[in-house]
């Protein structure tokens, strides 16, 4: 009789790392987790969140409407403006310091008595300003 071997049969393919691949930030990837290469440059997109965070630090006048307010339907806030999230601002009285925390959802408009710094996605610098006064 035979002896019977316990050994498991040895597998001829190697190892399967347990690492994944690296992969540069904003990369795309298919479903499967491979990497899509890219051609051209990907640009963030233009939002008004994106112009505040390149402005930050200055005053200005920020425009909102609350709508089937009976108390006030507009109101108007002017202050230096110190945070822009995708939903939200912070604005602080210069004198006070008081903050306070604006919602974006019922934004109008800014206006700024300054020039802003506003860089267009996929264009480098920014266009040259004029004296409009």
Request: hydrophobic share 35%; charged share 15%.
């Amino acid at each position: 009789m035979a002896p019977v071997s316990t050994m498991p049969p040895m597998s001829t393919m190697p190892p399967v790392s347990t690492m994944p691949p690296q992969v540069t930030s904003g990369s795309p990837m298919t479903p499967t987790g491979a990497v899509v290469p890219t051609t051209a440059p990907v640009f963030e997109q233009s939002y008004i969140e994106n112009i505040f965070r390149l402005n930050l630090g200055k005053i200005g006048t920020f425009y909102y409407t609350y709508e089937n307010n009976k108390e006030w339907n507009a109101k108007v806030y002017k202050g230096v403006l110190e945070a822009a999230g995708r939903d939200h601002i912070i604005i602080s009285d210069p004198v006070t310091g008081q903050r306070t925390v604006l919602l974006m959802i019922y934004f109008d408009y800014a206006t700024f008595d300054e020039p802003l710094v506003y860089q267009y996605p996929g264009v480098i610098g920014n266009p040259p300003t004029r004296n409009c006064r």
